[in-house]
C-alpha cells in the first residue's frame, strides 16, 4: 500500500501525469454520459472519446498561451495587479504545508515560472491550460453525438 500511496504522489507530484489522469477521467465520464444519454453505438462512442481526448491535449497548449496573453496584458494595465496575483500563488502554494495539494499546485504553476512570466501571466496561464483541455474535450463530447447518427450506414 506504501508503494501505491508514493506512486500516485509521483503522478500527482508531475504536470504530464496529472494531465493524462485528467484526460483519462474526463474522457470516461463523457463515454458514459455518452452511453447513457445518446443513441450512439459502442464504435462511435470509443471513436468520440479518443478524439475528444485529442482535443484536449490540442486545447491545453492553446488555452495556456491565451492565458499567458491575457495575464501579461492585465499586467500592463492593471495597477498592482501582480501584486495581488503573488498573493493568490502564496496562497495556492507557499502558504500550504508540504504533501500532496502542495505538490499538485507546484506542479501546475512549474510550467510558466520556468518560463520566468510575472505572476499574473503565471496564474493566467496556469488556469489557462488548466481549463483549456476541459472545454475542449467537453465541447467535443457534446457535440459528437451530432456527428454520429448511431445508425449503421449499411
Not at 496561464?125 to 454520429?148: K, V
Request: proline share 5%.
Amino acid at each position: 500500500m506504501r508503494k501505491a500511496g508514493e506512486l500516485l504522489r509521483n503522478v500527482f507530484s508531475n504536470q504530464l501525469g496529472q494531465d493524462t489522469l485528467e484526460t483519462l477521467a474526463y474522457g470516461g465520464l463523457a463515454a458514459g454520459g455518452q452511453a447513457l444519454f445518446t443513441d450512439m453505438t459502442p464504435e462511435e462512442i470509443a471513436i468520440a472519446t479518443s478524439l475528444g481526448m485529442g482535443a484536449s491535449m490540442i486545447g491545453r497548449p492553446i488555452a495556456g498561451r491565451a492565458g499567458k496573453y491575457i495575464g501579461n496584458q492585465i499586467s500592463n494595465r492593471v495597477p498592482n495587479a501582480d501584486a495581488k496575483s503573488q498573493k493568490i500563488i502564496d496562497f495556492l502554494v507557499n502558504d500550504r504545508p508540504e504533501g500532496l495539494v502542495r505538490n499538485i499546485m507546484e506542479a501546475k504553476l512549474a510550467p510558466v515560472v520556468k518560463e520566468g512570466l510575472n505572476p499574473t501571466a503565471q496564474l493566467a496561464s496556469m488556469y489557462g491550460r488548466g481549463y483549456g483541455d476541459n472545454i475542449a474535450q467537453g465541447a467535443f463530447a457534446l457535440a459528437s453525438p451530432l456527428l454520429f447518427t448511431g445508425e449503421d450506414d449499411a
